[in-house]
């Protein structure tokens, strides 16, 4: 592993990472031994790439270093704040630049149905077994008009 990941873009600027170095959690090496923890400039590297790309962790190219370990890194900052801090600074930082109308701020959002459409164990709804314009005859068959084999009819 190189060390620096191969792709320009994910590369994190030295004036930015200064700034998230001060953050992260500090690591001491383990007096059991093991293996040596990934860079943490590589970790970061490689959270902001499945971000960007939507990537699986496990498909992120190795330059970052193993998908399962960032990924581990990765839940453990979110449950620690870590996130919510750089975030924080972020808008912070920006505020002092730039200046941010904070009574303009909105939420984007978004209604959408269920995947699952409710309850695994809802009540069946009482509607007539008839599925369409095919009635159903005495043995639970689809029964089609005579003389209609093989054209479709058009339901009204």
């Not at 699952?116 to 369409?132: F, I, M, T, V, Y």
């Amino acid at each position: 592993m190189s060390g620096v990941p191969s792709s320009k873009f994910h590369q994190i600027p030295d004036a930015l990472w200064e700034r998230i170095d001060l953050i992260l959690p500090i690591y001491e090496a383990s007096p059991k031994g093991g293996r040596p923890r990934l860079p943490m400039r590589n970790v970061v590297s490689g959270i902001l790439y499945v971000l960007a790309t939507g990537c699986q962790w496990k498909a992120m190219p190795r330059d970052f270093g193993s998908g399962s370990a960032i990924h581990a890194y990765f839940q453990e900052w979110t449950e620690s704040g870590v996130f919510a801090e750089l975030w924080e600074l972020a808008l912070a930082e920006y505020d002092a630049l730039k200046g941010i109308d904070w009574k303009w701020q909105s939420l984007d959002g978004a209604i959408t149905k269920s995947p699952l459409g409710g309850e695994k164990n809802r009540q069946k709804p009482d509607r007539s077994r008839q599925a369409g314009c095919e009635a159903i005859d005495a043995g639970g068959w689809p029964r089609r008009a005579l003389g209609h084999r093989g054209r479709r009819r058009q339901c009204a």
